[in-house]
């Protein structure tokens, strides 16, 4: 009989794409006790979470709600819903991230108008306009922080031209949701997924997802029932709108995790979040440049919670990654898609973006570059 001995899991400085750290409060939120899903309990931590969310989203969206899954389900919840086979719909494909929205909305027979730029780069709303001008679409989808790359997508005059040409506009704000400002209802945005595992940090399987009254009525406007069963929001709505019905049973604990994880930003305050990521990302990218590396992006569109430096020459860098975590403790990790082997990716996201992190790391970096 093999022997399984009790989960022993070190407890690792996560500066990786995510998952990022969590705080000991949210781990001690997911071993409170379960209730039921329709429990009086449960219902009143729902609605506490809609609102926190909204508060996270900067939006009065009455549509937001967490998705039972990870980011991947909330973003396939943002495109089934509102795609009807046949649909037009483009994407801006600047990343990993952006070719995943393409191939889940061709999934839902979307025909898929893809916007390349290259991988770090982003999108101006002329060019956005210019796609739309040639023939409309549906739906204009972008990325706004990508995690392949560490761009920031930059958002003003971009619902505008999306609302000017009768798209909806949908944004990925997986990477970017409590790290910079996500201003939903600012920006126009009729639909915004993101995920838990990053800036909020709380652990994943559990997603944010908002969608405003305009998305909305298209959605109530289908012809054809929506192809997902379990993200089809015309049902899901009814669990978390006002009927409280049934749909699926909530992951209870996630809920609770997520719930405390937003309760700590309330504490800490968007704008201070948001300067202490800021803060910290700076730090990491001059201690990087003292040590050689340059970074992908351009100041600009840099995207503070996860960096993509590239290496200096003939830096071993699988050999540093592995010892940062062997002999440190601490994840980063390496490329992803067309930039595997040329940057790595280090995340300062949420409970991870703090001074002993970066502090430790450049140190750890130094010492083993050596
Ligand atoms: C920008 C972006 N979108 C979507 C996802 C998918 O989220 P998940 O891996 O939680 O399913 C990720 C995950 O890293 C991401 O970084």
Redesign the pocket.
């Known amino acids: 009989m093999p022997i399984y001995t009790d989960l022993n899991t070190s407890e690792r400085i996560l500066m990786g794409?995510?998952p990022s750290m969590v705080r000991p409060r949210v781990l001690r939120a997911m071993a409170q006790p379960l209730v039921g899903h329709l429990d009086p309990q449960f219902l009143e931590l729902m609605a506490e979470i809609q609102e926190l969310l909204r508060y996270v989203l900067q939006t009065q969206n009455q549509l937001t709600i967490p998705i039972s899954?990870?980011?991947?389900?909330?973003?396939e919840a943002a495109l089934c819903n509102f795609i009807e086979p046949g649909d037009e719909v483009v994407i801006g494909v600047n990343?990993?991230?952006g070719e995943?929205l393409c191939d889940m909305a061709a999934r839902y027979g979307a025909t898929v108008r893809r916007l390349e730029k290259p991988w770090g780069a982003v999108f101006s709303p002329n060019e956005i306009e210019a796609e739309l001008k040639k023939k409309t679409a549906k739906l204009v989808a972008l990325?706004h922080?990508?995690?392949?790359t560490g761009a920031m997508q930059p958002m003003e005059g971009m619902a505008e031209v999306a609302h000017r040409y009768g798209s909806l506009l949908l944004i990925?704000c997986?990477?970017s949701l409590g790290g910079v400002p996500v201003k939903i209802d600012e920006w126009g945005v009729d639909i915004a997924y993101s995920?838990?595992?990053?800036c909020l940090s709380c652990p994943?399987g559990i997603?944010p997802l908002t969608v405003n009254d305009h998305a909305r009525d298209i959605l109530r406007q289908r012809k054809t029932k929506v192809a997902n069963w379990y993200l089809d929001l015309t049902m899901v709505e009814k669990y978390w709108g006002s009927e409280r019905t049934y749909h699926h049973t909530a992951p209870i604990s996630m809920n609770y995790a997520l719930r405390e994880a937003l309760r700590l930003i309330y504490e800490e305050g968007l704008e201070a979040r948001f300067v202490r990521h800021r803060y910290h990302a700076e730090l990491l990218w001059a201690g990087l440049e003292d040590l050689g590396f340059t970074m992908h992006v351009p100041l600009e569109h840099r995207l503070p919670p996860l960096t993509t430096p590239h290496f200096p020459a003939g830096l071993d860098e699988l050999t540093i990654r592995r010892r940062l975590l062997a002999e440190y403790n601490l994840e980063i990790a390496g490329g992803l898609g067309q930039l595997g082997g040329q940057v790595w990716r280090v995340g300062l996201m949420g409970y991870s973006s703090c001074l002993e992190n970066v502090t430790l790391f450049l140190a750890a970096l130094k010492s083993l570059m050596k």
């Open positions: 794409p995510g899954g990870t980011g991947s389900a909330s973003m990343g990993y991230f995943r990325v922080g990508e995690t392949s990925d997986v990477t995920g838990a595992q990053k994943p997603s």
